[in-house]
């Protein structure tokens, strides 16, 4: 398959967006996402990349900063109040009327680490498929909201 991607801000951008969908548990994952969508990239340069992009790891993988503008970012910045994990499930708390446009960012993130979300007016319950995967979940939610400039 061939890249459309011919910079390294194009490339970048495209490893913001695998960021956000999930696929940043470490680089091998993102060099192989990015090989799924054609980019061929030595662990070097995703290295730099990273480095450039001001992406940190956590205990659940890359997260990147606000400045990537991720939708999903963008939406726990302006409607995450708090977030907790209760067994494999996800609890997370909004503004009134906000459960709904937080639920709609997160369903289309792709994550794969979320079976599916319930919203309310101001509550959003996300399924996950194992009690680790909630509670990494909480902590991968928490950053993002950070580096939104929220505390969740």
């Known amino acids: 398959m061939q890249s459309s991607i011919s910079t390294a801000a194009e490339r970048r951008a495209l490893v913001v967006e695998l960021i956000g969908e999930g696929h940043g548990s470490s680089q091998q994952s993102l060099v192989d996402a990015l090989a799924a969508r054609g980019v061929d990239i030595t662990q070097a340069t ?55 446009p937080l639920a709609v960012a997160l369903d289309a993130s792709g994550r794969t680490d979320m079976l599916g979300t319930i919203a309310g007016d101001d509550t959003i319950l996300i399924i996950c498929p194992a009690n680790r995967a909630a509670r990494d979940l909480v902590a991968v939610f928490d950053r993002l909201a950070r580096s939104a400039g929220v505390t969740a």
């Not at 991720?70 to 907790?84: C, E, F, Q």
């Open 46 to 100: 995703l290295s730099r990349d990273l480095r450039e992009l001001g992406a940190v790891k956590g205990a659940a993988g890359y997260v990147v900063p606000a400045a990537s503008a991720s939708p999903l970012v963008d939406a726990l910045g302006r409607w995450l109040v708090s977030a907790r994990a209760a067994q494999n499930l996800v609890v997370l708390r909004t503004p009134p009327g906000g459960a709904s």
